[in-house]
């Protein structure tokens, strides 16, 4: 069979897979070994390549950087520098939002919470 026959059929089979559930699923995945081989290869493929840049990224950015699931690089255990809490601190008693702060301040949002919730004093 030519290749784009074989593309074909992996299509065909790919359509045929969706909806499947269960018994039915099972029933077609055997049915149609070849295709599905072909799609098994294809998401191996896929995960090796994945798993290819996300070590050649982290090898570039060092052991102390972590790269996050949406692509970014973070630093691992890093700490804010004092003027940063005192800033956090002192915009969250003016009034302002946890999201308005972390973008002035240029951290998540989670890190904001987290040094509200323990550093910040009631009024």
Known sequence: MS???????????????????????????????AEHAV????????????????????????????????????????HLPYEVWHRILEMRRDGYSMRKIAAAVGCSVGTVHRIVKNYCLPD
Not at 48 to 53: F, G, H, L, P, V
Request: overall charge positive.
């Open 39 to 78: 799609v098994v290869k294809r998401i191996r493929e896929a995960a090796a390549r994945s798993e290819k840049r996300l070590a050649d990224r982290q090898a570039q950015t060092g052991a102390r950087h972590l790269m996050g699931l949406d692509g970014k690089v973070y630093p691992r255990g890093a």
């Open 3 to 33: 290749t784009p026959e074989r593309s074909l059929d992996v299509k065909r089979y790919e359509a045929g897979l969706d909806g499947l559930r269960g018994a039915d699923r099972i029933a077609f995945i055997e049915a149609h070994p």
